[in-house]
């Protein structure tokens, strides 16, 4: 059974009057929590589309990337998209519950945070309004600072991803403490660490990105110590 299968599921079961945000109070067991995280995105990438006024080809597009979604599932995704443009409950309701329901698996929120970005630059323009929208989610999932600043460098072009912001370690950090960061990452970027912790097989492509920029801030520091 395919995730969008799932999904439809899902969505078939809200009762009348129940908006998309109580999809997240009924997938909060562990096998399901890889249907709500996909339905995660692709809602609270809508109400972002919201943000700066214009929902555009290229966002459409950035979701069937990071799901890859099949023709004949792209009518699921639109369904969970409309709902939740239409859904009266704000972003802020949506990042609450999802914040709730990964509460015991930050890493996913992380995850989620950067499938936003990845809808955000899909048209090639970081809005003011995206990055307080993004902002605000951020800190609802209890991200930290520097580990915002970490996803906006790697992905909005005009910040500059030092390597020692992407590796998440000090400037005058040794090139041990770079290379124990490193590795750190390389393990819990793997295809089957993050199987384990549920994210979907749909969205593990945002790893590939992911694991390219931590592998070049890594040879970049390895490289200027030699």
């Known amino acids: 059974m395919s995730i969008w299968t799932r999904i439809t599921e899902a969505l078939s079961a809200l009762t009348a009057g129940e908006g998309l945000s109580a999809v997240f109070d009924k997938l909060r067991s562990p096998p399901e929590r890889s249907v709500a995280f996909t339905i995660a995105v692709i809602a609270l990438g809508a109400k972002m589309a919201k943000a700066d006024g214009v929902v555009t080809r290229d966002e459409v597009t950035a979701f069937r990337e990071v799901f890859q979604v099949a023709e004949g599932d792209t009518e699921g995704a639109a369904r969970v998209?409309?709902?939740?443009?239409?859904?009266?409950?704000?972003?802020?309701?949506?990042?609450?519950?999802?914040?709730a329901m990964f509460h015991d698996q930050p890493e996913m929120l992380s995850d989620l945070m950067e499938g936003l970005f990845h809808i955000a630059m899909a048209d090639g323009t970081y809005h003011p309004n995206e990055d307080a929208f993004l902002e605000d989610v951020a800190r609802i999932f209890g991200l930290s600072e520097t580990a915002f600043a970490i996803l906006r460098a790697r992905f909005v072009?005009?910040?500059?991803?030092?390597?020692?912001?992407?590796?998440?370690?000090?400037?005058?950090?040794?090139?041990?403490?770079?290379?124990?960061?490193?590795?750190?990452?390389?393990?819990?970027?793997?295809?089957?660490?993050?199987?384990?912790?549920g994210l979907p097989q749909e969205a593990i492509r945002m790893a590939e990105k992911r694991m390219i920029d931590i592998n070049r801030a890594w040879e970049t520091l390895s490289g200027k110590a030699i």
Do not use: C, M
């Open 157 to 197: 072009p005009d910040t500059s991803p030092l390597p020692h912001t992407v590796l998440g370690i000090a400037p005058n950090a040794s090139l041990e403490e770079a290379r124990a960061a490193w590795r750190k990452l390389v393990r819990a970027n793997h295809p089957d660490a993050l199987v384990a912790r």
């Open 81 to 99: 998209f409309n709902l939740a443009r239409q859904d009266v409950a704000g972003f802020d309701d949506y990042a609450r519950r999802i914040a």
